[in-house]
């Protein structure tokens, strides 16, 4: 959580307090990934596979070792765990005002969605 606030691009919201995440890390045990860098946190990815599609939140390396292609590894090795356990589409959320996310995902060939629009329920769950 520290790392990830510390990060500009990461939001966080529902579903990122601590039993949250670790309801979503026992689900998803093999693409929940972190990097380490001489012992400290250099970058997150989490996803999920529902049984159809492949979800991935949190892609976030820290300042200090972006541009060094630790968000390439993390997202490609992320991507072949979901397509072992059975995912053929992967989706993810970026903030429109990501430009920088955004650029990055298009480069490694990710593409827009022009023909969704994304809409969300809150329900009366909690977690904490
Ligand atoms: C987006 C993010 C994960 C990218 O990680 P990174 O380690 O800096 O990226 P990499 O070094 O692996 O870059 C991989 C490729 O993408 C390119 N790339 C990265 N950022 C780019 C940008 N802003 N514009 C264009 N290309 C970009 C790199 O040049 C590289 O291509 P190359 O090998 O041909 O040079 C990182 O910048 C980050 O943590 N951002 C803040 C958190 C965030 O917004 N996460 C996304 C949440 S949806």
Known sequence: MDFWSSIPGI???????RRALEMFIARNPGTCLVMRENGMLAGTVMAGFDGRRG??????????????GYGQA????????????GAQKIH???FSHNHQAIEFYRRL???ERNDIQ???WETSQTTG
């Open 11 to 17: 939001g966080l919201g529902r579903g990122d307090d």
């Open 55 to 68: 979800y991935i939140y949190h892609l976030a390396v820290h300042p200090q070792y972006q541009g060094q």
């Open 74 to 85: 993390l997202l490609e090795k992320v991507i072949t765990e979901l397509e072992n356990l």
């Open 92 to 94: 993810l959320f970026v």
């Open 109 to 111: 060939g990710w593409r």
């Open 118 to 120: 994304v809409m969300s």
